[in-house]
């Protein structure tokens, strides 16, 4: 099963980055792919929320919409998140938010799995999405980078 891990440092506190990154319905504002994000539920520290996003191999365009779990533990500056159902096999993984600097910055750490099945979906097809959702990981850790920084000066 692929992995991807993506880490960024964030110049603004651990628990606002932690809070911004909990507003999942702000990530399409900043991220380019992807189309939506709903929260369907909202209980304590459990979400679950639905995500569209629009994946593009090649000269082929398909949304791809699926519903995760999340479990944001305020404490520890963490969350855990699963699938539930969607156009993916499997997809679950982590994010931490450690304190830098005295406080003044964040390392962000997303870590997650997956495993998408389409029939007829060769070696080198794989290969592009893989390399899709590095670069999707990488513009959502930008994305809560620039919305924390900004929320920082303003």
Not at 125 to 151: F, P, R, T
Request: glycine share 6%; charged share 30%; aromatic share 8%.
């Amino acid at each position: 099963m692929p992995n991807v891990r993506k880490e960024i440092t964030v110049n603004a506190p651990a628990a606002k980055v932690f809070a911004i990154a909990r507003d999942i319905e702000r990530f399409p504002e900043a991220m380019r792919d992807l189309k939506s994000v709903e929260v369907l539920e909202r209980e304590g520290d459990r979400v679950v929320s639905r995500w569209v996003s629009i994946a593009e191999v090649g000269p082929l365009t398909r949304e791809v919409a699926w519903e995760e779990e999340e479990l944001w533990d305020e404490d520890a500056l963490a969350c855990s998140f699963k699938l539930l159902k969607g156009d993916m096999k499997s997809y679950g993984g982590s994010w931490s938010f450690t304190s830098e600097e005295g406080g003044n910055a964040t390392h962000v750490v997303l870590d997650f799995d997956y495993e998408i099945e389409i029939p007829m979906l060769g070696a080198l097809v794989k290969k592009i999405i893989h390399a899709k959702m590095v670069d999707n990981c990488a513009s959502l850790l930008q994305a809560l980078k620039e919305l924390s920084e900004a929320e920082r000066t303003s």
